[in-house]
């Protein structure tokens, strides 16, 4: 057995062996754009559709998501949400960051004085672990971020080296969606954030004013279209900037949808009913997010979960801990909304063995997730040029794959698995 044992090792050395889905080995992401697009509904991005959705769809097809996330269970209000978002709690109970209001703070109104306590958010974790952050927004109702985590409101730094109580480096509003992203893309290419927080308020205003209509030609379908071409723009200069490419993920959801002219009351779907997407490297590619995670989201259907449900659904609200995920770094303290960090982005590598059996070769693996999986071969180390051997592969998580590789020819190949869904 021993001597059997010892052959199949050789052999695997002679046929050059790597086994890693295609996302293993991305670069660590540095920097994490959180877009909250104010007002948009789940279904209005595939109703638009790629033709007139390019950028969308460009998250879509090369990052997971999800149409159907929720917004906080009570609340399907701005401010409300939002504060939702970057904090990771849900607005009422115990646990929740207790802000139930949806107009400008008071002067010296903060998170803390209006709670009790000091409610810390993702701009706390990431300012802390020497992150520079900055925050974008199109309504001033959130200069509540700036204001409650300001050099004075702010909580002591006590990770590491002291970077401040003010944990938001830069601040701007503006009414004006380009003006946000212009000033946005300026500061990243010449002193990037890590944690961004950017606010466009346009489909929320088109929405009071004309309606949230999903239908050819409405005002609330053509803002959509702007906004694809702001996310463009971001999605650019990420592309062409060195220090950005590859090292620069999105995650992008809405404080609530919308219907006729306003996205009240909670229990209406299409009101609580707001995208999820996480796109970057290590993403896999067009994945659906709870077909990443089968056994810890569950997708809701049409209905609204309460918190106390045992798998939830994906909310919002798990902004803040997956871009602190994706930068690395533990949960925003407090946080109750996927403190554990674990929405899936990715699949699991599975361990690809290759044995000679009698002259026949065979490719074994385990399945670790519901993805499909292709098996491919190359005579050379390369990025590029694979072939697939076999497509789609895919069974009962933890069962063994076997390929049959046909006869053993003696030269050295190398194998892969390329993961998909
Ligand atoms: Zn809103």
């Known amino acids: 057995m021993l001597r059997t044992a010892s052959l199949f090792s050789i052999l695997a050395c002679l046929f050059l ?27 209005v991005v595939p ?34 949400n939002h ?9 009422s109970g115990a646990a929740g960051h207790g802000w139930t209001t949806n107009v400008d703070p008071l002067p010296g109104q903060t998170l803390a004085s209006n709670r009790g306590f000091y409610v810390a958010g993702v701009f706390d974790v ?29 909580a002591p730094d006590i990770t590491g080296e002291d970077n401040g109580r003010n944990k938001v480096d830069y601040y701007l509003h503006s009414a004006n969606s380009a003006t946000l992203v ?21 489909p929320d205003n ?45 995650v992008l959801t809405a404080d609530h949808g919308g219907t006729n002219y306003t996205h009240i009351p909670a229990d209406a779907a299409v009101n609580y009913t707001v995208p999820f997407y996480v796109w970057g490297p290590g993403v896999i590619p067009g994945a659906d997010l709870y077909q990443l995670n089968p056994t810890t989201r569950l997708d809701p259907g049409i209905s609204r979960p309460t918190y106390t449900t045992a798998v939830q659904p994906i909310r919002n609200g798990e902004a803040a801990n997956v871009s602190l995920s994706l930068l690395g ?65 895919t069974g009962a998580r933890g069962s063994t794959m076997e390929v049959d590789l046909g006869s053993a020819t003696g030269l050295a190949r190398y194998y892969r698995l390329r993961a998909h869904f």
């Open 182 to 202: 212009n000033a946005l893309i300026t500061n990243m290419t010449l002193n990037p954030f890590g944690y961004t927080f950017l606010h466009l308020a346009d």
């Open 206 to 250: 088109v929405g009071h004013s004309y309606g949230w209509f999903v239908t050819n030609g409405s005002h609330y379908c053509n803002i959509i279209k702007t906004i694809d071409s702001r996310i463009g723009a971001i999605l650019d200069t990420i592309r062409t900037n060195a220090a950005l490419a590859d090292c620069t993920a999105i």
């Open 47 to 80: 109703f638009l559709g790629p033709t007139n959705l390019p950028n969308f769809y460009r998250l879509r097809t090369e990052g997971a998501f999800t149409d159907n996330a929720r917004t906080d269970f009570d609340y399907t209000e701005t401010l409300q």
């Open 126 to 154: 990431a300012h802390d672990n020497g992150f520079r952050t900055g925050e974008f927004v199109g309504k001033t109702k959130l200069s509540l971020f700036a204001t409650s985590w300001n050099e004075t409101n702010g």
């Open 329 to 393: 770094l533990g949960p925003v303290p407090g946080s109750t909304i996927n403190p554990l960090q674990n929405l899936a982005v990715t699949v699991p590598a599975p361990y690809l063995t290759i044995a000679k059996e009698g002259a026949a070769l065979k490719a074994r693996f385990v399945l670790t997730s519901n993805a499909k999986y292709d098996l491919e071969v190359s005579e050379e180390l390369v990025s590029t040029g694979w072939t697939c051997i076999s497509s789609n592969l």
């Open 17 to 43: 062996q790597t086994a890693h889905a295609d996302t293993a080995g991305a670069a660590p992401i540095r920097h994490v754009i959180h877009i909250s697009i104010d007002g948009l509904r789940g279904d």
């Open 83 to 91: 504060v939702t978002q970057v904090t990771g709690r849900r607005v």
